[in-house]
């Protein structure tokens, strides 16, 4: 089992900055991967990023790259993702979940991660 907290959603207006955390407990530290997943009303959960296990490589949706970045701590039980330049579009219910059977890479089906934390708001204005 692993639960997963994330914190550092909220409302910002369109050009500013957020990050998000993803605080891991549970099974071996940093023993899988993590990724970052939005979700808005009446549609799926959609991949942002992901960061792989072994090697932390990351792994960006088209529409955040260049904009946001995914990193971890040096124990790999916390994950971050800074968002930057954000646009009224960005806005979503953002939750991190993790992968325990990828090492190498990082999948975007949100139907391949194990474990999912609440989530957190953010809300961009124009």
């Known amino acids: 089992q692993v639960q997963l907290v994330e914190s550092g959603g909220g409302l910002v207006q369109a050009g500013e900055s957020l990050r998000l955390s993803c605080a891991a407990s549970g099974r071996a530290a940093g023993d899988y991967a993590m990724g970052w997943f939005c979700q808005v009303p009446g549609e799926e959960r959609e991949f942002v990023a992901g960061i792989a296990w072994k090697n932390g490589m990351p792994y960006y949706a088209r529409s955040v790259k260049g904009r946001f970045t995914i990193s971890r701590d040096n124990a790999k039980t916390t994950a971050y993702l800074q968002m930057n330049s954000l646009k009224p579009e960005d806005t979503a219910h953002y939750s991190c979940?993790?992968?325990?059977?990828?090492?190498?890479?990082?999948?975007?089906?949100?139907?391949?991660?194990?474990?999912w934390g609440q989530g957190t708001q953010v809300t961009v204005s124009s």
């Open positions: 979940a993790v992968d325990i059977h990828r090492f190498w890479t990082v999948a975007q089906g949100a139907d391949e991660y194990d474990f």
